[in-house]
Every structure is written in C-alpha cells, then in structure tokens.
C-alpha cells in the first residue's frame, strides 16, 4: 500500500470488482512479472523487519538482455479515458488510465531502455522501489537501490532503468549520483484525464 502509485491511487483500499481487478494488474506488473520472468538472474530485493517478519521496504527489478527486452502487453483500457464524463467511470480506473499514459508520454518500458541507451547490452530494468510507512527515513530506500547497483554490476548491466514517480525515490538516485534524466512529465499533468475526472 505504500508503494508511491498505489497509495496515489488507493489500490489497496476496496473489496469492489474495479479494486479486485485493478489491484490484480497492479501486482501482476510490479511484482509478479519482476519475480517470475527471470531471464539472467534474481535482480528483486525484501526487506524484511526482524520483529515481525513484515516487508519494510523492496527494489523489484529484471536483468534484461537487449535480445530479450520486450514490454508486457500493458491493460487495454486506455481507451475508457475517452468516454463522455456523464459516463460513471471508478475513479481508479481513470487513475490507472491516467498512469498508462503516464507511462507512454515519458517512453518507460524495456523497449524504450534500450532505445535510449544504445550502447547497452543489459540493463536492470527496476520496476519499483517502495520503503513501507513506518520504516521511511531509516535509509533503507538508499540500501536497496546500492544493492541492486551492486546485482546490476555483477550481472553486466551497464545501466539501471528506473520510472522514479515519487520525489523520495528522486532524490535517492540523485543523491547516489551518476544519475541522467532520459524523459521527464510532471506528475500533477496525469491527475485527471482529458474529460477532468
């Protein structure tokens, strides 16, 4: 719930059909697909609290090959943020509409990496990184993002690809250093869709 899309959002609020199904794609892009399609090697990280077990913070990423870096299919729903306004759309729907073209507007996918990166064999292709609430400020953000540097290096990737969406995340991956923007969108611009909703 704490990941910074979600909480935009309210993903993880809601037993509704809209929120079953919204928070389905949600963990089938940021975490299912970052787990299961292993192409080189493990690049996903937890952190775990030693109290109780709970998940504090995580880095989910892929180690993508240029040969093998291809885009999930995204949801094809894009098309609902055209529909009159007098038509009751959920409002996570257009959320999730409005964040699709986020995405689109700022070129983000393993496609769009390797177009931006010519010289690039490999890259770790971070699809979030997310600290929980109660264990913000500890470093944890900046610990996970050092220790997927660290996999990236030991894999042979020669750059680290990230959609930063949240001003925390930002200013880990300047603070770190050896950081170039390739696309920028402010985020208050996907607030509301083309109608004002």
């Given at each position: 719930?704490?990941?910074?899309?979600?909480?935009?959002?309210?993903?993880?609020?809601?037993?509704?059909?809209?929120?079953?199904?919204?928070?389905?794609?949600?963990?089938?892009?940021?975490?299912?697909?970052?787990?299961?399609?292993?192409?080189?090697?493990?690049?996903?990280?937890?952190?775990?609290?030693?109290?109780?077990?709970?998940?504090?913070?995580?880095?989910?990423?892929?180690?993508?090959?240029?040969?093998?870096?291809?885009?999930?299919?995204?949801p094809p729903i894009g098309?609902?943020?055209?529909?009159?306004?007098?038509?009751?759309?959920?409002?996570?729907?257009?959320?999730?509409?409005?964040?699709?073209?986020?995405?689109?507007?700022?070129?983000?996918?393993?496609?769009?990496?390797?177009?931006?990166?010519?010289?690039?064999?490999?890259?770790?292709?971070?699809?979030?990184?997310?600290?929980?609430?109660?264990?913000?400020?500890?470093?944890?953000?900046?610990?996970l993002v050092k220790r997927?540097?660290?996999?990236?290096?030991?894999?042979?990737?020669?750059?680290?690809?990230?959609?930063?969406?949240?001003?925390?995340?930002?200013?880990?991956?300047?603070?770190?250093?050896?950081?170039?923007?390739?696309?920028?969108?402010?985020?208050?611009?996907?607030?509301?869709?083309?109608?004002?909703?």
């Amino acid at each position: 719930p704490d990941e910074p899309v979600s909480r935009n959002t309210k993903v993880m609020l809601g037993d509704g059909r809209v929120d079953l199904w919204y928070r389905n794609e949600m963990t089938k892009y940021l975490v299912d697909i970052p787990i299961s399609k292993i192409e080189i090697a493990p690049a996903s990280i937890i952190a775990r609290s030693t109290e109780d077990s709970s998940i504090m913070a995580c880095r989910m990423g892929q180690i993508v090959s240029r040969i093998n870096g291809k885009d999930e299919p995204l949801p094809p729903i894009g098309w609902l943020g055209g529909l009159p306004s007098w038509i009751p759309i959920p409002k996570k729907i257009i959320d999730m509409v409005n964040n699709l073209q986020l995405f689109r507007d700022t070129n983000y996918g393993k496609l769009a990496a390797f177009q931006d990166l010519k010289d690039a064999k490999r890259i770790y292709f971070a699809a979030n990184i997310c600290v929980a609430s109660k264990a913000r400020g500890l470093g944890l953000g900046s610990e996970l993002v050092k220790r997927g540097y660290h996999i990236a290096k030991e894999h042979g990737c020669q750059y680290t690809y990230i959609l930063a969406s949240s001003l925390y995340s930002q200013n880990i991956f300047h603070k770190l250093g050896n950081c170039s923007v390739l696309h920028e969108v402010k985020y208050e611009d996907y607030k509301y869709d083309k109608r004002g909703r």
